[in-house]
């Protein structure tokens, strides 16, 4: 529910003409939340000059102000941090500390959501690796039969079905050496939603705090693919019902020094 401290309120209009859902309006020279369409997306905190406007259900300390010196970022600095970020398939053994970790899913709990339904949840896999690992590759194995049985499908659909059965097999013979799949990283993040579009942005911001903390990410479709229908994963990893995997964040000391960016394919714009 939103509240109002009649004390600060200068009556500006600020957090009206910001609510585009108009929940907020001015009558009697007074500020009136109605509460009936708000989806307390915050606007109203961040725009009110006197910091009059307050959401009972979240957590108010931890707003902060705008300071210029902490929030804003130099535009070619943030373009070349996202040109030499690279997938790392290459880790340390080296445990990745817990306050990394919360910080990451920090970065994706703040990310916008579709009608702020904040409905993102982060299942972080350290101790349950191993398990996990075996479920994926015995996952893998089962869907690569699949394909290579079925004479629909295409060579190049045959190919990821007997890369799949290989990475079991190699897998099953050493299972530290010949991990194609976590490539032994101390670290998982499972990221689930009930859209998928929610759960990618969400994991694009957790990508950029993993690099700002010196970490390496892989995202895993192979593991996400393997998830997929597969009611011993979700059990074991605890997805709600209503929601499922977007994105296997795999994380750990990066094991590779990059020294430079790497190019790409010019831009596909239409400017109409």
């Not at 535009?75 to 996202?82: A, E, P, Q, V």
């Not at 893998?140 to 004479?151: P, Q």
Request: net charge neutral; with cysteine.
């Amino acid at each position: 529910m939103i509240k109002i401290d009649d004390k600060k309120c200068i009556v500006c209009g600020q957090c009206v003409k910001d609510c585009f859902l108009r929940d907020i309006e001015i009558v009697d020279n007074k500020v009136q939340t109605n509460n009936v369409t708000c989806i307390k997306c915050g606007h109203c905190i961040a725009v009110c000059p006197t910091n009059a406007v307050s959401i009972d259900e979240y957590n108010m300390e931890e707003v902060k102000d705008y300071n210029k010196d902490e929030f804003s970022i130099d535009s070619d600095n943030l373009l070349n941090f996202i040109k030499f970020r690279r997938t790392v398939r290459q880790f340390k053994n080296k445990e990745v500390e817990k306050e990394k970790i919360l910080k990451i899913i920090e970065a994706g709990r703040f990310t916008q959501t579709g009608s702020n339904m904040q409905n993102i949840s982060y299942i972080v896999v350290r101790e349950g690796l191993q398990e996990l690992k075996s479920l994926a590759f015995k996952s893998l194995k089962k869907k690569g039969e699949e394909l290579i049985s079925n004479t629909t499908s295409s060579m190049a659909v045959k190919r990821f079905g007997k890369l799949w059965i290989d990475m079991y097999k190699e897998h099953e013979e050493s299972p530290n050496k010949n991990d194609k799949l976590f490539f032994n990283a101390p670290a998982v993040i499972i990221v689930a939603a009930n859209t998928k579009v929610d759960g990618a942005l969400a994991s694009s911001n957790m990508e950029l705090m993993t690099n700002a903390l010196g970490l390496g990410t892989l995202f895993s479709g192979f593991f996400v693919m393997a998830a997929q229908e597969d009611e011993k994963i979700m059990d074991f990893l605890g997805v709600e019902k209503d929601k499922q995997i977007v994105t296997c964040m795999i994380i750990g000391y990066p094991d590779v020094k990059y020294l430079r960016t790497v190019p790409r394919k010019e831009a596909d714009i239409s400017w109409i």
